[in-house]
């Protein structure tokens, strides 16, 4: 099934990959110091075995594994990740796909993909049973946790005010206090 989009969000349940027993350096293999400095992995833990990494650390590991293939599926990438760390895996997201690959999140958190993905698909088993091209899509909340600020301005607009889908704290600040005034 060929979905749309360069970075597609995926709602769905499907279980994460498990590299037990393996040590990074096992698991990274092609072009490994590149690959992990390009995730923010720690060089020095790349003898350290999979089940002992962070959820963070995983995904990082799990992301600089599959760096190079055409379509990059990830499974739960937001678990244990800090907004900070967000930012920076969604910009790298966005330069992968500068460079003919796709990327595909499946994930529960909406964080992630807040200014970044192009659709989100609602699966249930293995069929689609929703399909948006914005996170500010009030039927989603049924299925995913939506950001904050995206459940701010929901909120507001049920009270009737009306607010742009704002990404940024900082905008949307502006903009109420423009409303304000």
Do not use: W
Not at 7 to 23: A, F, S, T, V
Not at 105 to 121: A, E, P, R, T, W
């Amino acid at each position: 099934m060929e979905l749309d989009g360069n970075i597609i969000g995926i709602i769905k349940e499907e279980k994460e990959e498990n590299y037990d027993g393996l040590r990074v350096n096992e698991i990274v293999t092609y072009k490994k110091e590149e690959a992990l400095k390009m995730v923010k992995f720690d060089i020095e833990k790349e003898n350290t075995l999979f089940e002992e990494l962070s959820s963070k650390d995983k995904n990082k590991v799990i992301l600089a594994k599959k760096l190079h293939d055409k379509e990059i599926k990830l499974v739960n990438f937001s678990k244990g990740m800090l907004k900070k760390d967000i930012e920076y895996f969604q910009n790298l997201f966005k330069k992968i796909t500068n460079y003919g690959r796709k990327v595909i999140l499946i994930d529960k958190s909406g964080d992630i993909f807040l200014n970044c993905v192009d659709h989100i698909y609602v699966f249930d088993e293995d069929k689609i049973i929703y399909e948006t091209t914005t996170i500010f899509d009030k039927y989603l909340e049924k299925y995913i946790d939506l950001p904050k600020i995206v459940e701010f301005i929901n909120r507001s607009e049920e009270q009737g005010i009306r607010l742009d889908q704002y990404t940024e704290l900082d905008e949307l600040l502006k903009a109420i206090y423009r409303i304000k005034s």
